[in-house]
């Protein structure tokens, strides 16, 4: 047991250490949540827990906003004991059958891997399978939930999540016999047990993209500095094939004059960069796509592509991938300010088309870039 739990521990580790995912948080949200469980007793009376220990769950969860949440779920567990007060040892193996309704806290929503917190009650039916005749072979009751837990986001409809939950119970025979001292929460004797849990969560809907995570929320009269893109042009132009007033032409083009464009046309919002291998925007591309989103609402009648590409490290499915969630960070984006996403298509181009050699720094951060084909 020692050896598989270690395994799951150094899974959960190497999932967070790895999370780089970017998704934008929804005002409020459905999801339908599964995986497998690991329960062990707490406490238990004269005797020792056994190895047989399993289980399964599923159910439905609904976040009200941000942070805040109402889980329901369905679970079965499997625990063993081993009574060593009795000659010779009684085996009992235990079915746990149980819905449980749980309050929900994520702490930080906007990370990639937010902690939470769990407190909640359910309906328990408790099954023995072998007894030394202290206690009956199945019974109702009811207990008392509360642990923590971790989402890691995997993409926009998934999470992985990992949590130990403390499970107390006001009965006494969960293992199949009668206890004599208090314990637990609820005031049961010495009968308890922690579930630690390994699922996902599906999210089958979603409400609005949430304002929460946005850097510049609340800037009522932005002013685009154009020499500090012009610096970025220069910096990034030089020692490439790349002519620089006309990449500044596009940039001007892109986000002060889409209205007078009379056919479908291609422009680079230079300027508009993300964190290394990620879809994270970096803080200088928030005041141009913030102007794009205004100069989109301003003229209803325009649709944009939003194409998304990478430089040439990597394998050509990972950066196809890589661009296409730049893409749609830079999508939602504009649909958090307002924009109607059915205005907006992504499209994931990976390493093609580049625009300067990948053979230098210079022109690989050229190559990492967002165009728009702007349609009336």
Same mark, same amino acid.
């Given at each position: 047991?020692?050896?598989?739990?270690?395994?799951?521990?150094?899974?959960?580790?190497?999932?967070?250490?790895?999370?780089? $995912? =970017?998704?934008?948080?929804?005002?409020?949200?459905?999801?339908?949540?599964?995986?497998?469980?690991?329960?062990?007793?707490?406490?238990?009376?004269?005797?020792?827990?056994?190895?047989?220990?399993?289980?399964?769950?599923?159910?439905?969860?609904?976040?009200?906003?941000?942070?805040?949440?109402?889980?329901? @779920?369905?679970?079965?567990? @499997?625990?063993?004991?081993?009574?060593?007060?009795?000659?010779?040892?009684?085996?009992?193996?235990?079915?746990?059958?149980?819905?449980?309704?749980?309050?929900?806290?994520? =702490?930080?929503?906007?990370?990639?891997?937010?902690?939470? =917190?769990?407190?909640?009650?359910?309906?328990?039916?408790?099954?023995?399978?072998?007894?030394?005749?202290?206690?009956?072979?199945? =019974?109702?009751?009811?207990?008392?939930?509360?642990?923590?837990?971790?989402?890691?986001?995997?993409?926009?409809?998934?999470?992985?999540?990992?949590?130990?939950?403390?499970?107390?119970?006001?009965?006494?025979?969960?293992?199949?016999?009668?206890?004599?001292?208090?314990?637990?929460?609820?005031?049961?004797?010495?009968?308890?047990?922690?579930?630690?849990?390994?699922?996902?969560?599906?999210?089958?809907?979603?409400?609005?993209?949430?304002?929460?995570?946005?850097?510049?929320?609340?800037?009522?009269?932005?002013?685009?500095?154009? &020499?500090?893109?012009?610096?970025?042009?220069?910096?990034?132009?030089?020692?490439?094939?790349?002519?620089?007033?006309?990449?500044?032409? $596009?940039?001007?083009?892109?986000?002060?004059?889409?209205?007078?464009?009379?056919?479908?046309?291609?422009?680079?919002?230079?300027?508009?960069?993300? &964190?290394?291998?990620?879809?994270?925007?970096?803080?200088?591309?928030?005041?141009?796509?913030?102007?794009? $989103?205004?100069?989109?609402?301003?003229?209803?009648?325009?649709?944009?592509?939003?194409?998304?590409?990478?430089?040439?490290?990597?394998?050509?499915?990972?950066?196809?991938?890589?661009?296409?969630?730049?893409?749609?960070?830079?999508?939602?984006?504009?649909?958090?300010?307002?924009?109607?996403?059915?205005?907006?298509?992504?499209?994931?181009?990976?390493?093609?088309?580049?625009?300067?050699?990948?053979?230098?720094?210079?022109?690989?951060?050229?190559?990492?870039?967002?165009?728009?084909?702007?349609?009336?």
């Amino acid at each position: 047991m020692g050896f598989t739990m270690k395994k799951m521990y150094l899974f959960v580790a190497l999932l967070l250490a790895a999370s780089t $995912a =970017f998704s934008q948080v929804a005002k409020n949200s459905w999801g339908f949540d599964f995986g497998l469980s690991y329960p062990h007793a707490i406490s238990q009376n004269g005797g020792i827990v056994g190895n047989i220990n399993y289980g399964v769950y599923a159910g439905v969860t609904r976040y009200f906003s941000e942070s805040v949440g109402l889980r329901a @779920n369905l679970k079965y567990d @499997n625990l063993q004991f081993k009574q060593t007060n009795t000659n010779p040892w009684t085996e009992t193996n235990t079915t746990v059958l149980a819905g449980d309704i749980d309050f929900l806290y994520r =702490f930080v929503p906007c990370e990639a891997a937010s902690p939470y =917190f769990l407190i909640g009650l359910g309906g328990v039916y408790a099954d023995n399978s072998a007894n030394n005749g202290k206690a009956s072979d199945s =019974f109702l009751d009811y207990e008392f939930n509360f642990g923590m837990g971790v989402n890691v986001n995997i993409n926009d409809n998934w999470d992985f999540t990992t949590e130990f939950v403390y499970h107390s119970l006001p009965a006494s025979n969960l293992d199949g016999h009668y206890g004599t001292s208090g314990g637990g929460v609820l005031g049961g004797n010495e009968d308890t047990y922690m579930a630690m849990n390994f699922g996902l969560v599906y999210y089958f809907k979603k409400g609005e993209p949430s304002n929460l995570c946005q850097i510049y929320e609340g800037i009522k009269a932005p002013e685009v500095d154009y &020499e500090r893109i012009d610096n970025i042009v220069k910096k990034n132009t030089a020692n490439v094939g790349v002519n620089r007033a006309e990449v500044k032409d $596009a940039v001007a083009e892109a986000i002060a004059d889409f209205h007078k464009q009379k056919e479908s046309h291609n422009v680079i919002l230079s300027g508009v960069n993300f &964190e290394f291998n990620s879809a994270k925007l970096t803080a200088e591309s928030y005041p141009i796509l913030w102007h794009a $989103a205004m100069t989109l609402l301003q003229n209803p009648d325009l649709k944009v592509d939003v194409i998304g590409y990478t430089d040439n490290i990597g394998s050509a499915k990972y950066n196809k991938k890589l661009s296409l969630k730049r893409a749609n960070a830079v999508k939602n984006y504009l649909v958090a300010r307002g924009v109607d996403a059915s205005r907006i298509n992504t499209v994931g181009m990976g390493e093609e088309n580049p625009i300067a050699s990948n053979k230098t720094a210079e022109g690989r951060a050229l190559n990492r870039r967002i165009e728009f084909k702007i349609h009336k």
